[in-house]
Structure formats: C-alpha cells, structure tokens
C-alpha cells in the first residue's frame, strides 16, 4: 500500500483489500481463480515469406501460436476456416498472415476484409498498414465506408489491395456498384469476416444474405474467394459460420495465447425484504464495487444491460469520485453516442487517461481499447458466451485481473448466481441465424435481381427461389423474359432495406436547450417508450426531457432538465394467431404446445416516473402513439380450460403471469439472443380458443427462428422452470421467480407452481 | 409448405391482397404481329446485329432543319473552333461528332439501372441522322450494346450532356453487365460543364430543357418529361404496347436535336459571334471568364473591355470580378480605375466591400510605387472596417476582425515605410 495516497500498489494487495472487507466477503458467493495460461508456440511456416517473417521479427515476434499457425496451414490447403480465441490473443494474425503472403505471391490479388462496425475497420487499417510499412512493400489497404471521401473512392476500387468494409456498405454501396469493381472481384482471393459471433439474430441473417449476394457477384466474375472468419467463444462457430457464409469450413481452436491469472467473483446483494425475496439494488451495490476500484486507481470497464442503466451508473460513479479524479475521467459508452465522441472516448482508455468506463454490450466488441485491469458487470450480461467476452475486457497479459458478477433480482442472474456450476461448467450459447425468414431472404432476392438477373434453375436460400421471383414479377419489381428475371423498377432496393433494426427508420433526438444539436438516435421501437412525451432521457449523465415527439419526421425535441426521477414505460400488446404450423399435444391431457405465426399490435400505454435511487414510483402519465403492428412467428403453451386448484379468473391470470415471468427469464438462456428479441404474452383467455395460453413471440417481423427453437424445447423449459420456482427461497413469489407479489398476488407462486406440477406431472405420466 | 409460400408472402409484405393477381397470359403468337406494326408505325425497324436483334429508328434531317434559332447544317461551321474546348487540342471535325444522350429504368449508377433507349446522333454533308436503338425488354440488351460498339469507332467524340457522370458511365457498366468488351474511351464534349460556367448565375437551373428555351429558342410542346420514361416504359414491359413509349422516343430526338443546335452555339460564342451589347453584365462576366479559361485572350479581353464600360451601379460584383482579371493579368491602370471607381461609388453607402480599398492600397504599395495613395487606402479600409464592425453583432464575426488587424498592420508598416523614404 502506498502510504502517501492510500492506494494499493498492485492487483494482489487489491485482492487482499477485497478479501478483508467483510462487507463485501459476506455478499461473494462464488470466487474462482482461473490459473494464468502458459503460451504454446508453433515454428514459422517453412513457406512464409522472407519479407513478411522479417517484419515479425522486427516487431520481435518469432515464433507464432499454435492456433496462428495451424490456420495458416488449413489456409494455405484451400479449406475456408474460422478461428475462434478468447480476447485479445492474436486474433488478427490468423488472417493477415495467410493475406499478405498471397499478395506477396501475386500482386494482382485482392482481400476483402468485413467489421461489423466502422471503428473496427479503421482500427484494423491503422495495423495492417503497419505491418505493411515496416515490410517496404506497395500494398494498399483502405477502409471503404460512409466516411471515405469521394475524391478517393475510385482509386481504391480499382487499385486498392485489401479493402476494409462493412456488411452495411457492402450491401448498400458496394455489391449494387460491382461494375465499378471489377478489378476486385475479378481477382477476390480473400474474404475475412471477423467479429462472426456478432452477426447472429435478424442482423446475422441479413448478412448471411448479403454474403449470398457476394458469392454471387463473385461466381459472375470469376472468382471463388476464401473465407476466412474469426470468432469469440460460442458453442457452435463452425456450425454459425456454415451456416452464414454457406460453405464447409475448418475449425481452429488450438488457442495458444497465453493470459494472467483471472478472478471471478460471483457478487449477490444481501436481502434486505426477506418476506418479498427484494434484494438490494444492484445497481447501488455495482456503484460501490466499481466505485472501491476506480478509488484505487485500477482501470475498470463497468457493463450494465441497458442505456438507462449506463446513464444512471455514470452518474454515481462520477458524483462517487468527483474528489479523485475529474468527471471526463469516467465515461459512458454506448449506441446514440456519435462516432466522433466514441473515438475519443476510445482514445482515451487506450493511453489510460480515462480511468473508467460504463458502457452497453457495445464495447464487447474487439474496438481497440486496451486491456483494462478490472470489470464490473451489473447484471449476468444474458448469455455465458457474452458473459466471458466482456470478463476479457480485463486482462493485461501477464497481469492479474479481476471481474465482478453483480446479480440483479432478475430471475435469471438469481439462477446464475445461486448455480455457478451452470456458468463455470457450461459451454456457452450457440450462435443462432434464419437467413431464411421470408422477408429478409425477399428483401435481399430483390437486392441480388437488381445486381444481376436471376436466371431459372438458380438458387439463393433454402425457400423455392422460383416462387418468390414468381411473386416479385406480379408485384411488377422484376421482369421475366425467356428464363430471366430482371429489376424493373424505378427504385434502388438497397436504400429501404437496413441490416440493422427492424424498423428501419431511426428517430433522431434533438437538444433544443442551446440552438438545436442533434444528440442521438433511437429505433422506431424504442422510440416508443424511449423517447415519448415527458420521458426522462438520459444522454452521457445528462438528463433530458422529451418535449415534443414528431412521429410523423422522425425527431424527437428535448430540453435539457434536472430532476431526481427517470420515466418507465409500459407496452400493451394484442396477438391473434394466423396459422399454427406444428404442434405438440400431451396426450388428451389438454396441455399442448404450438409454434406458428402470429400478428401481435403493441401500443405505448402509460409510464412511471421512478425516482432516483430509491427508486419508489412518484407518478405516471398516458402516452399517446399509433400501434404498432408486426407479423411474426410464435411459440404457445395452451392449458385445458378446467384447472383444477384454480377457483377464479384472478387465481388463474396470477398462475400464467407468474409462470411467464420466469419462463422469459430463463428462455435467453437457451436462446443466443438480447433478451429483448423474444417477448411473453399470458393470456387467460386467448382470443380465437378461449383457453388459457401464453405466448412467446420474435420481437422481428417474420421471426428469426427463436420461437421455433423455444418450442423444441418446451419439455425441458417447463422441468428447468419449476426447478427455478421450487429453488427459490422467497415465501410467496420475489422478483428472482415468479415476480415480485405486488405482481402477481399473494399466492402467485403456489398458484404457478401447481399449474407447472400439473403439466409436468402430465408430461411425466405419459412418459 | 410452399402452397402456403405465396400466402405468407402477401402477408408479411401487406402487398394488399394476399391472392395472387393474375397474370395475363402473353400469348407470343398473337402478339407479334400487331406489335411489329406499331413499331413500324412509328419508324422503326428490326435490326440483326453480331448480338441479337433489337428495334432500331433513324430519323434524317435536312441540313436546311431549323431546330430553334439554328438549323442543323450550320455544325459544319463551328467544328474548328470546338475544337478548343478540347484540353488535348485534337482537331475536331464535325463529322466525328456522336451526339449522345440515354433513357433509363431507374437513376443513379447501379447494376440495376437498365438504358432501354440510347439515342445517338451525327452530322453528314447530306444530314444530320438521329438513331435511336430501343430494346423491348431487358434480353435484348447486349444486342443494342453490340450495336453500338460497331458505330463507335467511326466517331472521335462524344457530345452529351451530364453524360460524363451518367450516359457513359452507365453504358460503361452495362458493358460489364454483359461481359462485352469495353468501347475504348473516346473523347468526350459534355455540355453541362460550359453551360454551367456560363450560365450559373444568371439562370435558375441549367438542365437542358432550361437552357434550349432560353438560349437556343427551342420551344417544345408536349413534351414527355424525361422523368417519366422509366414509369411508361414499364408500363410498356407490361402491356406491350409500344405507342404509350412515343413521346419518350420524342423527347430523345428532341434532346438530340438540342445537343447539335448547344454545339452550334458554343461554336459560335467561341468563333466571338456573341452580340455582347445584348448581355447582362452577369452574363457578360461568365462569357469573359469562359473565354479567358480556354485560353481565348482576344475574346475574353473584348467582353471584359464591354463589361468594364458598363455603368459601375449595375455591376458592381461583376466590376470587382473585372478588376481581379485585369490583376491576373498585371494590367494595373484598368484594375486601378475599376477599384476607384467601386470606391467612389461605396463611399457614402454602409456595409460595402472592403475589397477594393485594400487592392487599391496593395496596388500602390507594391506595384505602382505610391506610398502616399497606398496610405490613404489603407485609411479607407480601415474606417470601412471598423463602420462594418460598429453595426456587426456585439462580439462581431472572427474573419472581419481578422480582416480588420490585417488592415492595422498594413497601415503601421505603411507609416514606417514612408517614413524610411522620407528620412532617405
């Protein structure tokens, strides 16, 4: 401990400090030390070039790791590969050895490199084009995105050797443009795609269809690229990158990187209501975990689940440090930040002149940042696969590192928390992709025809191309003559159809306090109950009020406020079922489970303002928006209309809420997906059968494949459910089960406890 | 599953009705005969070329053919002189002219973006022959590209307008499309380019149908405006009936036809044939700067010259404009009178130019040698400067203070300078 500052002067007297503060020992209830990994090494390639080892070993690399060079050789054979490594451990080397090589080997070959973000791309530009500097070789590497001026666009289509894009702008700029590009795609030899665990879900899907557009262009010129792909740990990259770039490929998973010793501390917050099972707010308790670290001077990356909730944390910790360090030494970090901002809040962890950062998933992506020394996460992140890669956030190589898990009273994080085994043991979650949902597979079908006519007898997806061609030339956007079927429309596809969000047009806010500055963005689905009159929005700490929402343009107007509450709202949501395709009945029990499609109208209702800290409801107001209205796919439960123990309609709603509470808390578990993409109805009576059900549903238009897996697993979900219930050590519901009983009533958990017994008995006396 | 594909499909995309709309049968058969007849109705033939067939009309013009205030024949005069719009200097004969100008499906420069029309036209001692060749529908394309790479090489330059961005680029990407060799570059003549020099300013658009009515006196009625040809030429692929295409092929013609008569135009501005008293000093500036800018001294020095005689009240940017080309050009005494005469007529008046105070007092200074009048114009400057700053919002903008200390320091090494020379 250093005297003067009262600071500790190393990871281990911090570990030690943690250790004899029993304020903190009392709530850990899990801390694992993984031992520091020694690293593995393989020889150079005997093949490798001369200039590209000398560059190297210049850097004062002399050897490679094992799974560095075992990609190399399965490259070098042909096959397409992905490569998948925890956090910082030479990920990059695994694609731009073998790329530099062959264009070493032949000048006129091309790479295409795909980031899902534009901050990756520049990041891995900057290093490319060292590594190629410190060779004296002529290769050019240029990122080609939103922000590459006019001027320059020309020359990097036609000269530039590996072009850094992303999936947006090959989708909407490059692809639809390919004449422009011939030189590239006539001598494609490369596509790396990195950040592959990224692209899953709706935005996963679409990509799968843009690189059916890329294999496509290529096929017409000639050239039949390489995939090269690398991935953070997920259960099933060799599967998610088959299934997304639509080839075989070779799995590398021989890491060989070494890494310091980690620790892991599982954190609950004491009860503090034991009868109601309420636990104290995690948040506070993140606030004062993150804020010891930050006190000691360790550099701490700090992880909530929402916006809001990064918001709220950044104003704590910067309120909790004022007096050690000043307030542009703790940043937030999240999406609706402008780019420039980002960067120079990426710029600043990198020289460690930022101290601590709070930030969204969105800083689990491999952004350069640095390693930090310590991480905080408020809230099990929704997936174990996730859960790891933000821990690496923190990890200096050789050094100790320390993550926090701090469990809301959320369901799910109380089941993480109580079974770290389930964490520990676990493989994480599988990557999930639908390139086939029909309306993105027609979206990008109208894409891939206004490149290059589709001809009959070809193929794009797993649907019947032909009837979709069939079905785009009666709505007169193609063209058929003599087997071919041509864009014949004034239009250009691309431009109305976003890889990103359902709804496609974003809302932008507007900061009326000085002038009129453009501050953010949110989606049209957000924006519902984000930024509707009188919210509360909080942008970098700083708390705005919603005074005008112009649905209609698009902008949302705010002022600049100062209150001691944040806003809260509800959504109603409607659903009728159009057309179930499976279904799976208990025998002549009345219990069945169903998956099909669905039409759900959802509509803001009202919101609460809560107030800060203490977080009790102060108030509440109506919100006024049009419905919104989505067709998509649904996975349902339907129960016998006689329930025996079941005495009113009350009991009854009390039973179905309680059991859909914890069913959509453990559902993101199985499922690799923001919790947010799949949603919960419980109905008591469902409008076409009149019989109790509850719905689950993909919050995209068409669904993305999460409640046709959810209705493969309906046994095992209802067992793990009630082992959820039964576990839990609240008397009668908390907010870690069936909910908290201002929710669901006095007897909510007995009531869906009986109503799960009574199902799974019947699943059980059956089988 | 797939029974259900087209249901879902109406569904997901609320394209209205989610049963299917019957498609009326083409019959082929039926339709061959009276189609042909339509198209020969409107003068076109089918023509076999090394790609395919598709229809093709050549329309001839008299070289007596008045399009506007010229007719065609007068191309032959001005060929010499086009000839200096040309960077490379190549000679230019008429005859090598291919005046050029597409229809397309959509906008933009996208692989989607079909041309069905490309219209071209040339000169002959006989005529001038505008060809336009139409596809009828979307397989006879790499025909009509065949085609045209057979009549290419007999011309040296293409003549369009905005085509440098958007005809030949496009036919460029259609080549690729087809995977048919590239037309080698030919040199290219876009008109927009000197039309917006000219006529930028003193026009509210300088789209072609603007610029013929107001400068070529074309006026058209019933014209089919460019905008709806691709709506009409679906309209077209679904209905067969090539007379809705009509007025299309019209407005092509006509747009060629504006193409020769701009040539001729720009021709004879160039060969001086303006009539300089008619312009506006706007216009009369564009001219002199055009001219000065492809190296035409003569021509620019005459409509400057006209240009400086106007009246200083009506003109007073385009007099300041004047005074820079006279200052390029190191012709002191008429930039010297041009800046006085802005002078005299700002003194009295708020919120002029500091401009020619300070080109005035630089003039002296460096080039005429008279540290007295520099003074003194440096003083004007400054006085004007600082008036300016007075009714300028509190705080003022940054460039006239700049600006403002700029004119300080000229002035206070003024005053050193003419004392050195009074001492010596």
Redesign the interface.
Same mark, same amino acid.
């Given at each position: 401990m250093n005297r003067l500052t009262g600071k500790v002067s190393s990871m281990e007297e911090l570990l030690q400090l943690i250790k004899s503060t029993p304020e903190i020992m009392e709530n850990v209830t899990e801390w694992r030390t993984l031992p520091p990994r020694e690293a593995k090494y393989s020889d150079f390639p005997a093949n490798l070039r001369p200039e590209l080892r000398a560059a190297l070993e210049e850097k004062g690399i002399t050897r490679l790791y094992t799974h560095q060079a075992a990609a190399f050789e399965a490259i070098a054979s042909g096959r397409h590969v992905v490569t998948v490594t925890p956090t910082a451990s030479g990920k990059t080397m695994t694609y731009n050895l073998p790329v530099i090589q062959q264009l070493l080997e032949d000048d006129s070959s091309r790479a295409l490199y795909l980031f899902p973000t534009k901050a990756l791309a520049q990041d891995q530009v900057a290093e490319l084009q060292e590594t190629v500097n410190r060779m004296g070789v002529d290769l050019k590497t240029h990122t080609y995105d939103g922000d590459t001026p006019p001027t320059v666009r020309a020359a990097i289509r036609n000269a530039g050797h590996i072009v850094v894009t992303n999936p947006d702008m090959l989708h909407s700029a490059i692809l639809p443009h390919h004449t422009k590009w011939v030189k590239l795609f006539e001598n494609l030899k490369f596509i790396v795609i990195d950040e592959l665990h990224s692209y899953r879900g709706v935005f996963g899907s679409h990509v799968a269809n843009v690189i059916r557009r890329l294999k496509r262009i290529c096929r017409f010129y000639g050239s039949n690229p390489q995939f090269i792909c690398a991935s953070a740990t997920i259960a099933n990259p060799k599967e998610h990158a088959e299934k997304l770039i639509g080839e075989q490929v070779a799995l590398i998973d021989n890491n060989g990187a070494p890494s310091g010793e980690k620790h892991f501390i599982f954190y609950n917050p004491p009860v503090v209501n034991q009868q109601l099972g309420i636990r104290k707010s995690s948040v506070l308790e993140t606030r004062r975990l993150a804020g010891l670290l930050l006190k000691q001077g360790i550099q701490t990356i700090v992880f909530a689940r929402s916006r809001v909730r990064v918001e709220i944390l950044l104003t704590y910790l910067q309120d909790l440090i004022k007096n050690e360090l000043g307030p542009k030494s703790i940043r937030g970090y999240r999406g609706g930040y402008l780019p420039k901002q980002r960067r120079e809040i990426e710029r600043g962890l990198r020289s460690g002149e930022i101290r601590g950062v709070v930030s969204t998933n969105a800083l689990e992506l491999g952004i350069d940042i640095g390693q930090l020394q310590a991480c905080v996460l408020n809230g099990f992140p929704g997936t174990i696969a996730r859960t790891w890669q933000q821990a690496g956030r923190a990890g200096r190589r050789n050094e100790t590192a320390i993550t926090f898990l701090v469990a809301s009273s959320n369901p799910l994080d109380q089941y993480v928390i109580q079974n770290p085994e389930y964490f520990f043991a676990r493989t994480p979650e599988q990557a999930r992709i639908h390139p086939d949902n029909l309306l993105i597979l027609l979206d990008h079908v109208k894409c891939a025809a206004y490149e290059l006519p589709f001809q009959a007898g070809e193929s794009f997806g797993e649907e019947r191309l032909e009837d979709l061609l069939e079905f785009l030339v009666e709505e007169r956007v193609l063209h058929q003559n003599n087997g071919r079927y041509y864009w014949m429309e004034q239009s250009f596809p691309a431009n109305n159809i976003s890889l990103r969000s359902a709804a496609q047009e974003n809302i932008i806010i507007i900061d009326m306090s000085n002038g009129h500055k453009v501050i953010g963005e949110v989606d049209r689905f957000s924006a519902q109950t984000l930024v509707h009159e009188e919210a509360i929005y909080i942008h970098e700490g700083v708390q705005y009020q919603v005074e005008k929402l112009d649905y209609e343009e698009k902008k949302a107007y705010v002022r600049e406020v100062d209150v001691d509450y944040y806003t809260d709202a509800n959504l109603a949501v409607e659903l009728k079922v159009l057309h179930a395709d499976k279904e799976r009945e208990c025998g002549g029990t009345g219990y069945s489970a169903h998956y099909g499609e669905v039409t759900v109208n959802a509509r803001a209702t009202i919101f609460k303002k809560i107030k800060l800290r203490t977080h009790e409801n102060i108030g509440s107001g109506p919100i006024h928006l049009p419905e919104e209205e989505l067709h998509t796919s649904s996975y349902w439960i339907q129960f016998p209309d006689e329930l025996g123990g079941m005495k009113t309609a009350n009991d009854l709603q009390f039973a179905l809420l309680g059991l859909s509470n914890v069913l959509i808390h453990i559902a993101p578990l199985y499922l690799m997906c923001d919790p947010l993409d799949i949603r919960v109805v419980p109905q008591v009576k469902a409008v076409q059968s009149k019989l109790p059900t509850i719905f689950f549903y993909d919050r995209y238009p068409g669904g993305v494949g999460l409640s046709e897996k959810l209705y493969d697993l309906h046994e095992e979900l209802l067992q793990e459910a009630r082992r959820v219930i039964s576990g839990c050590g609240c008397l009668s519901g908390c907010p870690a089960c069936v909910g908290p009983i201002e929710e669901v009533g006095l007897m909510g958990k007995s009531l869906a406890l009986e109503l799960l017994n009574r199902m799974v008995g019947a699943y059980e006396r059956r089988a | 599953m797939?029974g259900?594909? #087209?249901e #879902?499909?109406g #569904?997901?995309?609320k394209?209205g009705n989610a049963v299917? #709309?019957p498609?009326e049968p083409v019959e082929e058969q039926q339709h061959e005969e009276p189609e042909a007849e339509a198209w020969a109705k409107l003068g076109f033939t089918l023509r076999v070329g090394p790609g395919g067939a598709c229809f093709v009309r050549d329309a001839h013009f008299e070289p007596a053919h008045r399009h506007g205030l010229f007719s065609v024949r007068e191309l032959a005069a001005v060929g010499d002189t086009l000839q200096r719009l040309d960077p490379t200097g190549r000679s230019v004969e008429p005859e090598k002219l291919l005046f050029l100008d597409t229809e397309t499906?959509?906008? =933009?420069? =996208? !692989?989607?973006n $079909?041309p069905f029309l490309i219209g071209v036209g040339w000169w002959t001692a006989g005529g001038f022959t505008v060809r336009q060749y139409v596809i009828r529908?979307?397989?006879e394309e790499a025909a009509m590209l065949a085609m045209l790479a057979e009549l290419l090489p007999q011309f040296t330059h293409l003549v369009t307008y905005n085509g440098r961005t958007f005809d030949w680029p496009l036919v460029?990407?259609r080549f $690729?499309?087809h995977r048919l060799t590239m037309p080698k570059d030919p040199l290219h003549f876009d008109f927009l380019y000197p039309s917006r020099a000219l006529w930028r300013t003193t026009m509210p658009s300088c789209r072609l149908g603007a610029v013929e009515e107001a400068k070529l006196g074309v006026i058209r009625e019933e014209d089919v405006p460019g905008s709806l040809a691709? !709506?009409l030429y679906?309209q077209y692929? !679904?209905e067969r009936d090539v007379t809705v295409l009509g007025g299309v092929f019209q407005h092509n013609e006509r747009d060629i036809l504006t193409l020769l008569s701009l040539a001729i135009h720009f021709g004879r501005l160039l060969q001086g044939g303006a009539e300089l008293s008619e312009l506006s000093p706007a216009e009369l500036l564009r001219l002199a700067l055009w001219y000065e800018r492809l190296g035409f001294a003569q021509e620019a020095e005459s409509v400057m010259s006209e240009l400086a005689s106007r009246p200083v009240n009506e003109a007073v940017i385009e007099h300041g404009e004047a005074a820079q080309y006279y200052k390029r050009h190191k012709r002191w005494a008429e930039a010297v009178r041009l800046w006085r005469a802005l002078a005299e007529y700002a003194s009295g008046r708020r919120l002029v130019s500091l401009e020619p105070y300070i080109e005035l007092s630089m003039a002296y200074e460096h080039r005429l040698k008279d540290l007295d009048e520099a003074l003194y114009w440096a003083e004007e400057a400054l006085r004007s400067a600082e008036l300016r700053l007075s009714l300028s919002r509190a705080g003022g903008d940054g460039k006239l203070r700049e600006q403002l200390e700029d004119i300080r320091k000229r002035k206070a090494r003024l005053m050193r300078k003419n004392r050195r020379e009074q001492l010596d």
């Amino acid at each position: 401990m250093n005297r003067l500052t009262g600071k500790v002067s190393s990871m281990e007297e911090l570990l030690q400090l943690i250790k004899s503060t029993p304020e903190i020992m009392e709530n850990v209830t899990e801390w694992r030390t993984l031992p520091p990994r020694e690293a593995k090494y393989s020889d150079f390639p005997a093949n490798l070039r001369p200039e590209l080892r000398a560059a190297l070993e210049e850097k004062g690399i002399t050897r490679l790791y094992t799974h560095q060079a075992a990609a190399f050789e399965a490259i070098a054979s042909g096959r397409h590969v992905v490569t998948v490594t925890p956090t910082a451990s030479g990920k990059t080397m695994t694609y731009n050895l073998p790329v530099i090589q062959q264009l070493l080997e032949d000048d006129s070959s091309r790479a295409l490199y795909l980031f899902p973000t534009k901050a990756l791309a520049q990041d891995q530009v900057a290093e490319l084009q060292e590594t190629v500097n410190r060779m004296g070789v002529d290769l050019k590497t240029h990122t080609y995105d939103g922000d590459t001026p006019p001027t320059v666009r020309a020359a990097i289509r036609n000269a530039g050797h590996i072009v850094v894009t992303n999936p947006d702008m090959l989708h909407s700029a490059i692809l639809p443009h390919h004449t422009k590009w011939v030189k590239l795609f006539e001598n494609l030899k490369f596509i790396v795609i990195d950040e592959l665990h990224s692209y899953r879900g709706v935005f996963g899907s679409h990509v799968a269809n843009v690189i059916r557009r890329l294999k496509r262009i290529c096929r017409f010129y000639g050239s039949n690229p390489q995939f090269i792909c690398a991935s953070a740990t997920i259960a099933n990259p060799k599967e998610h990158a088959e299934k997304l770039i639509g080839e075989q490929v070779a799995l590398i998973d021989n890491n060989g990187a070494p890494s310091g010793e980690k620790h892991f501390i599982f954190y609950n917050p004491p009860v503090v209501n034991q009868q109601l099972g309420i636990r104290k707010s995690s948040v506070l308790e993140t606030r004062r975990l993150a804020g010891l670290l930050l006190k000691q001077g360790i550099q701490t990356i700090v992880f909530a689940r929402s916006r809001v909730r990064v918001e709220i944390l950044l104003t704590y910790l910067q309120d909790l440090i004022k007096n050690e360090l000043g307030p542009k030494s703790i940043r937030g970090y999240r999406g609706g930040y402008l780019p420039k901002q980002r960067r120079e809040i990426e710029r600043g962890l990198r020289s460690g002149e930022i101290r601590g950062v709070v930030s969204t998933n969105a800083l689990e992506l491999g952004i350069d940042i640095g390693q930090l020394q310590a991480c905080v996460l408020n809230g099990f992140p929704g997936t174990i696969a996730r859960t790891w890669q933000q821990a690496g956030r923190a990890g200096r190589r050789n050094e100790t590192a320390i993550t926090f898990l701090v469990a809301s009273s959320n369901p799910l994080d109380q089941y993480v928390i109580q079974n770290p085994e389930y964490f520990f043991a676990r493989t994480p979650e599988q990557a999930r992709i639908h390139p086939d949902n029909l309306l993105i597979l027609l979206d990008h079908v109208k894409c891939a025809a206004y490149e290059l006519p589709f001809q009959a007898g070809e193929s794009f997806g797993e649907e019947r191309l032909e009837d979709l061609l069939e079905f785009l030339v009666e709505e007169r956007v193609l063209h058929q003559n003599n087997g071919r079927y041509y864009w014949m429309e004034q239009s250009f596809p691309a431009n109305n159809i976003s890889l990103r969000s359902a709804a496609q047009e974003n809302i932008i806010i507007i900061d009326m306090s000085n002038g009129h500055k453009v501050i953010g963005e949110v989606d049209r689905f957000s924006a519902q109950t984000l930024v509707h009159e009188e919210a509360i929005y909080i942008h970098e700490g700083v708390q705005y009020q919603v005074e005008k929402l112009d649905y209609e343009e698009k902008k949302a107007y705010v002022r600049e406020v100062d209150v001691d509450y944040y806003t809260d709202a509800n959504l109603a949501v409607e659903l009728k079922v159009l057309h179930a395709d499976k279904e799976r009945e208990c025998g002549g029990t009345g219990y069945s489970a169903h998956y099909g499609e669905v039409t759900v109208n959802a509509r803001a209702t009202i919101f609460k303002k809560i107030k800060l800290r203490t977080h009790e409801n102060i108030g509440s107001g109506p919100i006024h928006l049009p419905e919104e209205e989505l067709h998509t796919s649904s996975y349902w439960i339907q129960f016998p209309d006689e329930l025996g123990g079941m005495k009113t309609a009350n009991d009854l709603q009390f039973a179905l809420l309680g059991l859909s509470n914890v069913l959509i808390h453990i559902a993101p578990l199985y499922l690799m997906c923001d919790p947010l993409d799949i949603r919960v109805v419980p109905q008591v009576k469902a409008v076409q059968s009149k019989l109790p059900t509850i719905f689950f549903y993909d919050r995209y238009p068409g669904g993305v494949g999460l409640s046709e897996k959810l209705y493969d697993l309906h046994e095992e979900l209802l067992q793990e459910a009630r082992r959820v219930i039964s576990g839990c050590g609240c008397l009668s519901g908390c907010p870690a089960c069936v909910g908290p009983i201002e929710e669901v009533g006095l007897m909510g958990k007995s009531l869906a406890l009986e109503l799960l017994n009574r199902m799974v008995g019947a699943y059980e006396r059956r089988a | 599953m797939n029974g259900g594909l #087209r249901e #879902r499909l109406g #569904r997901l995309t609320k394209s209205g009705n989610a049963v299917p #709309r019957p498609v009326e049968p083409v019959e082929e058969q039926q339709h061959e005969e009276p189609e042909a007849e339509a198209w020969a109705k409107l003068g076109f033939t089918l023509r076999v070329g090394p790609g395919g067939a598709c229809f093709v009309r050549d329309a001839h013009f008299e070289p007596a053919h008045r399009h506007g205030l010229f007719s065609v024949r007068e191309l032959a005069a001005v060929g010499d002189t086009l000839q200096r719009l040309d960077p490379t200097g190549r000679s230019v004969e008429p005859e090598k002219l291919l005046f050029l100008d597409t229809e397309t499906t959509g906008l =933009g420069q =996208g !692989a989607g973006n $079909v041309p069905f029309l490309i219209g071209v036209g040339w000169w002959t001692a006989g005529g001038f022959t505008v060809r336009q060749y139409v596809i009828r529908h979307p397989g006879e394309e790499a025909a009509m590209l065949a085609m045209l790479a057979e009549l290419l090489p007999q011309f040296t330059h293409l003549v369009t307008y905005n085509g440098r961005t958007f005809d030949w680029p496009l036919v460029k990407n259609r080549f $690729v499309m087809h995977r048919l060799t590239m037309p080698k570059d030919p040199l290219h003549f876009d008109f927009l380019y000197p039309s917006r020099a000219l006529w930028r300013t003193t026009m509210p658009s300088c789209r072609l149908g603007a610029v013929e009515e107001a400068k070529l006196g074309v006026i058209r009625e019933e014209d089919v405006p460019g905008s709806l040809a691709p !709506a009409l030429y679906f309209q077209y692929l !679904a209905e067969r009936d090539v007379t809705v295409l009509g007025g299309v092929f019209q407005h092509n013609e006509r747009d060629i036809l504006t193409l020769l008569s701009l040539a001729i135009h720009f021709g004879r501005l160039l060969q001086g044939g303006a009539e300089l008293s008619e312009l506006s000093p706007a216009e009369l500036l564009r001219l002199a700067l055009w001219y000065e800018r492809l190296g035409f001294a003569q021509e620019a020095e005459s409509v400057m010259s006209e240009l400086a005689s106007r009246p200083v009240n009506e003109a007073v940017i385009e007099h300041g404009e004047a005074a820079q080309y006279y200052k390029r050009h190191k012709r002191w005494a008429e930039a010297v009178r041009l800046w006085r005469a802005l002078a005299e007529y700002a003194s009295g008046r708020r919120l002029v130019s500091l401009e020619p105070y300070i080109e005035l007092s630089m003039a002296y200074e460096h080039r005429l040698k008279d540290l007295d009048e520099a003074l003194y114009w440096a003083e004007e400057a400054l006085r004007s400067a600082e008036l300016r700053l007075s009714l300028s919002r509190a705080g003022g903008d940054g460039k006239l203070r700049e600006q403002l200390e700029d004119i300080r320091k000229r002035k206070a090494r003024l005053m050193r300078k003419n004392r050195r020379e009074q001492l010596d």
